[in-house]
C-alpha cells in the first residue's frame, strides 16, 4: 500500500520560520505536491517537487529526499492568515494519470 | 478562486436513499477526479474520468458511481447511503499530463442520518 505520514498539529508565531515533514511509504510516484486547505474548504495547490531538492515559491520552499522517502514544507514569516490544514500528496505510477494521494494532514496554528 | 463549481455545497440525506453531486471543472480541463474527505483527514480518492470515461478507481464500493459530460462537467452518485458516507466531496479539474496542479471545487458537505 502507500501511506503519508505527516505531524497532526503543530503550533508557531507569527513571523517565525515553520517546518511541516512528511514521509512515506510508497512504490514510486511522477512527484509530491502540497496543499493548503482552509477550515474545511477546497484545497489550493502550493508546490510541486518532481526531483529531489529544494523548490521555492515565494514564503514557501517544498523538498523532497526519495532517498530518504520523505519531504517537507517550509513556510516563513508566518502570518495569521496561514493557519490552515496542510497536506502532502503524490501521484503514483499506474492507474488513474491525475490521482492523488494524499498525507493525513497538519493543522498549522499561528499565533501572535 | 479555482473556477471549479460544485453543488450543493451542503445536503442532508437519510440512510438508504441516493444523492447526486454536481461539478463544473475548469475551463480546459478534461479530467475530473472525486475526493472523499472524513472530517479530521486528508481527502480520499474515488475515481477519475477523462474525456467521459473512468480511467481510475479508488478503494470505494459500486454503489460509488460517476459520469462526466462531453463539456468536462461531472456528476457523482452513491446510492444506499450509509451513515459512514457523511463527508466533504471534492472534486478536482486538471489537464491530463504531466502538470502536477488540481484545481479543486469548494466541496459538497453531505451529512447522512
Known amino acids: 500500500g502507500q501511506s503519508l505520514e505527516q505531524p497532526s498539529e503543530v503550533t508557531a508565531v507569527e513571523g517565525a520560520i515553520v517546518q511541516i515533514n512528511c514521509t512515506y511509504q510508497?512504490?514510486?510516484?511522477?512527484?509530491l505536491s502540497w496543499y493548503q486547505q482552509h477550515d474545511g474548504g477546497a484545497p489550493t495547490f502550493l508546490s510541486y517537487?518532481?526531483?529531489?531538492g529544494l523548490e521555492e515559491t515565494g514564503r514557501f520552499s517544498s523538498f523532497l529526499s526519495r532517498s530518504d522517502s520523505y519531504g517537507y514544507l517550509l513556510l516563513q514569516e508566518l502570518q495569521m492568515k496561514d493557519s490552515a490544514s496542510y497536506f502532502c500528496?503524490?501521484?503514483?505510477?499506474?492507474?488513474?494519470?491525475?490521482?492523488?494521494?494524499f498525507g493525513t494532514g497538519t493543522l498549522l496554528a499561528v499565533q501572535p | 478562486e479555482t473556477g471549479v463549481t460544485q453543488s450543493p455545497t451542503h445536503l442532508i440525506k437519510t440512510r438508504g436513499q441516493q444523492v447526486t453531486l454536481r461539478c463544473s471543472s475548469q475551463?480546459?480541463?478534461?479530467?475530473v477526479s472525486w475526493y472523499q474527505q472524513a472530517l479530521g483527514q486528508g481527502p480520499q480518492f474515488i475515481f477519475q474520468?477523462?474525456?467521459?470515461?473512468?480511467?481510475g478507481r479508488g478503494n470505494f464500493p459500486p454503489r460509488f458511481s460517476g459520469l462526466q459530460f462531453p463539456n468536462y462537467s461531472s456528476e457523482l452518485n452513491v446510492n444506499a447511503l450509509e451513515l459512514d458516507d457523511s463527508a466533504l466531496y471534492l472534486c478536482?479539474?486538471?489537464?491530463?499530463?504531466?502538470?502536477?496542479?488540481?484545481?479543486f471545487g469548494q466541496g459538497t458537505r453531505l451529512t447522512v442520518v
Open positions: 478536482a479539474s486538471s489537464q491530463r499530463g504531466p502538470n502536477p496542479e488540481a484545481f
Open positions: 510508497t512504490s514510486g510516484f511522477y512527484g
Open positions: 517537487n518532481a526531483l529531489d
Open positions: 500528496a503524490v501521484r503514483p505510477y499506474g492507474g488513474a494519470t491525475n490521482k492523488l494521494i
Open positions: 475551463s480546459g480541463h478534461n479530467t
Open positions: 474520468y477523462y474525456r467521459e470515461e473512468e480511467n
